[in-house]
């Protein structure tokens, strides 16, 4: 399989199990391609959905080492950031901004990520990384290591838990929420780029959250905005076509639209309901089969005799209708014809059963 094709097929991914899928079809193609920079990129980014961040990250510095371009230094420092090695993850976005230039297009993250890891390391008081230029290949291992120690150590910091988040739309926006309680406003982070979102936010264990989402279509970033509450994070996001997004996340590209075939029926174009519904349902089809049920159903009684004198009215003609309702009305429910030229011409009679006397209700 192709590189491109693979890269086209990772964009729809939406589950974990698909991104569990697309790591294992990556992993083979490295096996016959282990030089290949874009291939262990392309795994870092899936490994990064479902927050295996030390894989993340040793899978982005090989493709750098195999020299891809200013992606792969934005994977590691996603990844070195959510691993709580913060100047190691400012050093990653430092070298990837320089490396990207003037062509980051979506890449300009950058300086919102470099942003954070400041402020990270001003509030933990740890200290900026020294020019690494001058150490040799062992110095830098073993600072490497040294220094993952240390920040675990320092703030013996738990694995990050899973986070659920879900999505959902109006005609004009794209709202997401995460499902994470008890945090203020000041200390949640979110950053909107034309076709990416980029949240972070410090947990009650002392972990870090982030939320990195690649939008399957642009928004506005200066009409979006977000808000806290005790139980959540809302993000809202503005469209800037007013077209229903099949996905959260994906390549982008734009749904497909049936031209319209004169002469098609009306009942054709109309769409089922729910149309936001993941699985479609024929309403005509369940309409048809509750009939069914219904005209099959066997009752016994009061129940039986008035489903056939509703089937008589239901299924008769107009004159019909008249006599039922005429006969019924005049003889105080104690008639009920279906012969119009025999209760259409007098009034007809009060009939009670056998046995029986007709008295008004003041008698």
Not at 87 to 103: C, I, P, Q, Y
Not at 312 to 333: D, H, L, V
């Amino acid at each position: 399989m192709s590189l491109t094709s693979l890269q086209g097929q990772m964009g729809m991914l939406t589950t974990e199990d698909q991104y569990v899928e697309a790591i294992e079809r990556i992993t083979s193609e490295i096996k016959e391609k282990p030089d290949n920079p874009e291939l262990f990129l392309l795994r870092s980014q899936n490994l990064l959905k479902l927050e295996k961040f030390k894989e993340a990250s040793s899978d982005a510095n090989r493709a750098v080492e195999l020299g891809a371009g200013a992606e792969a230094h934005l994977v590691q420092g996603k990844a070195l950031f959510n691993l709580g090695r913060f100047v190691e993850a400012l050093d990653a976005f430092t070298k990837g901004k320089a490396k990207g230039g003037a062509n980051l297009g979506k890449l300009d993250q950058f300086g919102q990520w470099t942003s954070w890891c400041e402020d990270r390391i001003k509030k933990l008081g740890l200290s900026e990384a020294k020019d690494p230029t001058n150490k040799t290949s062992m110095e830098e291992k073993k600072e490497e290591a040294s220094a993952a120690t240390a920040a675990v150590s320092a703030s013996n910091q738990m694995p990050v838990p899973k986070i659920k988040h879900d999505w959902y739309q109006t005609e004009a926006f794209v709202i997401v929420t995460v499902l994470v309680k008890n945090l203020k406003q000041e200390d949640v982070k979110v950053d909107f780029t034309e076709k990416t979102v980029s949240v972070s936010a410090p947990l009650p264990s002392g972990s870090e959250y982030s939320l990195e989402l690649d939008l399957c279509h642009p928004i506005n970033p200066a009409q979006s905005s977000f808000r806290v509450v005790p139980s959540k994070i809302e993000i809202k996001m503005k469209k800037v076509d007013g077209i229903r997004w099949s996905a959260l996340e994906g390549d982008g590209a734009p749904p497909s639209v049936k031209a319209s075939i004169p002469g098609a029926s009306e009942a054709a174009k109309v769409p089922s309901y729910p149309t936001s519904a993941p699985k479609k349902h024929d309403w005509d089809k369940l309409e048809a089969e509750v009939k069914k049920e219904e005209e099959e159903e066997k009752l016994e009684g009061d129940a039986a005799l008035n489903k056939l004198f509703q089937k008589i009215y239901g299924q008769g003609s107009e004159e019909t209708r008249r006599a039922m309702n005429k006969s019924f009305m005049e003889s105080g429910g104690t008639v009920l014809s279906t012969n119009w030229k025999e209760v259409g011409g007098q009034k007809v009679e009060v009939k009670p059963p056998d046995g029986m006397e007709f008295k008004k209700w003041n008698q």
